[in-house]
């Protein structure tokens, strides 16, 4: 009879938690996703149309003060410092996340981020009637801390607030308004509309309005429930916000899945960077998030976005329609992405990962003998484009959303924190790697540049095969003790799934099987 009452529990509880899309959630996902995401992929490509301008404008700046050109190896490196900055203002951006969060909350901590974005967006739309360009370089870096910070916040935050059948969808959004930040800026960096001379100031400078629109709007929406439970204490709270998102008072299960979370996590206290290195319990998770986050930025999309451009036009296509079939390619990334919100909780996060890895390795390996024989074999320029086109697709659904995904199901919320400081810091590092070599990679070995990205979406795709499970639709706990039998780690009873608690009226809960003084 008991096993039978206990089955009886799960299925209530599964049932329970099976929750609808409300406005307010929906909302929340699209104000934070656009105030911040957004702004992260559209200064990832703003200034590549306009970048012929901007050199010039630093000529004319130096000439002006020295009454002599610019030395073009001076140029070269401003203009390096220019593009790379951002990745390495968004290493800084990650190290901050940790204490942010953990002292301002994660809504805080998007307010507070708004202003670095306000002050990048004023410094570089003004740079021109200024007469310098090194704000410019200065505001890549303060833009890049910026989207280091959001492009971590943003899925913590967006995956504590929601249900667990709605969870993987939701943490998929901040990476589409990543995509559509860069399609933006690329149709923004037309020649025609603001990619010239007279533009740039501007195309640069607008960057700011998505930040105080969510400035003005984020302080009305509800912080996260979880946040407010178990790191702050806050029952009240974290239950009147809870109701607002899931539009409903019977929210009883998912605060006694928080408070066993809360329980089962008191006497470790909250994991520092150093502490969740060193702790056995979260050995594989760890080393599944750097894998992941590796994979993500060595994967060679940068690459592809690097090679794109010469590959149309060895197809034929016109050098001056070569942007227009850049934002095409943009568009692709956009609608693939918003595919991946609509089956991710269908097919699950594992299938994805694994799928869209190995288009990225397949795409790459043809990428390779397309490259080299496109000047015997007239076709070779087309499958060239498919191979990009490919790419692009095999990314935009798994290798860019899924692993900040995985991050906030993979760790409990004492380690969360921590772990997407230290995902993030991988991701950006990684990314300003990339940026940093790959022109010598690609001088010195040409097309065949692509076959180590080969090699290492092949290696990823071992890993995630081998050793990531699969989260969907599962509690952090559920997960938690998935990945505690991958660490040879034993879960003490008091951290047992929330199938031993029953949930009464009035939001008490009855521990079954276990004596009170377990609790």
């Known amino acids: 009879m008991k096993a039978k009452g206990e089955k009886q529990e799960i299925s209530d509880y599964d049932e329970g938690s099976k929750r609808k899309m409300t406005l307010l959630l929906a909302l929340v996902a699209l104000v934070s996703a656009f105030g911040s995401s957004f702004q992260y992929g559209y200064n990832v490509s703003v200034i590549n149309s306009p970048a012929p301008y901007m050199q010039d404008f630093y000529n004319q700046t130096y000439f002006n003060r020295s009454g002599m050109p610019m030395d073009s190896g001076f140029q070269t490196l401003l203009w390096s410092l220019t593009v790379s900055m951002y990745p390495l203002g968004g290493l800084f951006g990650s190290l901050m996340v940790w204490p942010l969060v953990n002292n301002c909350g994660r809504k805080g901590t998007l307010l507070i981020n708004n202003l670095f974005s306000i002050a990048a967006a004023v410094l570089m739309g003004t740079s021109e009637l200024a007469k310098t360009f090194e704000v410019i370089i200065l505001s890549r870096v303060i833009m890049g801390i910026y989207a280091g910070l959001a492009s971590n916040v943003v899925p913590m ?39 010239n001379a007279k533009g740039w100031p501007m195309l640069l400078g607008l960057t700011g309005i998505p930040s105080l629109i969510q400035l003005l709007i984020l302080p009305f929406f509800p912080e996260s429930p979880r946040y407010l439970l178990i790191q702050k204490g806050n ?24 408070r066993q979370e809360d329980r089962s996590e008191k006497e470790e206290g909250h994991f520092s960077v150093l502490s969740l290195c060193t702790f056995r319990g979260l050995r594989w998770q760890l080393i599944s998030i750097v894998v992941m986050m590796m994979g993500q930025q060595l994967s060679g999309v940068n690459a592809v976005f690097y090679y794109a451009d010469r590959i149309f036009q060895s197809a034929g296509v016109d050098s001056s329609n070569v942007q227009y079939v850049t934002v095409s390619i943009g568009a692709i ?28 390795c397949v795409s790459c390996a043809v990428l390779t003998l397309a490259l080299n024989l496109q000047t015997t074999v007239s076709w070779m320029s087309y499958l060239s484009i498919v191979c990009v086109i490919v790419y692009i697709i095999g990314h935009a659904i798994g290798a860019s959303p899924i692993p900040f995904v995985m991050i906030t199901e993979m760790f409990l919320q004492s380690s969360r924190p921590a772990a997407f400081m230290v995902g993030g810091s991988v991701h950006w590092l990684c990314n300003f790697a990339v940026g940093l070599v790959f022109l010598y990679m690609e001088a010195g070995l040409g097309p065949y540049s692509f076959l180590i990205f080969c090699a290492i979406c092949l290696a990823t795709i071992v890993y995630i095969f081998f050793i990531v499970p699969e989260t969907k639709n599962k509690t952090f706990m559920e997960i938690n003790r998935i990945m505690a039998k991958r660490n040879k780690v034993e879960i003490p009873e008091d951290k047992e799934e929330l199938k031993d608690f029953h949930a009464v009226p009035g939001g008490q809960a009855e521990k079954k099987g276990f004596s009170s003084s377990k609790l």
């Open 157 to 195: 935050f967006l995956g504590e607030m929601s249900p667990k059948n709605l969870r993987g969808a939701i943490g998929v959004v901040p990476q589409l308004f990543i995509t559509l930040g860069i399609l933006v800026a690329q149709i923004l960096g037309l020649h025609n509309i603001l990619g």
């Open 235 to 258: 029952e009240g709270q974290a239950r009147q916000a809870l109701q607002k998102l899931r539009g409903c008072d019977d929210v009883d299960d998912e605060i006694e899945e928080m």
């Open 333 to 360: 990334n956009v609608v693939m992405t918003l595919l991946a919100v609509f089956i991710v909780e269908s097919l699950g996060r594992r299938l994805l990962l694994l799928a869209g890895f190995g288009l990225c």
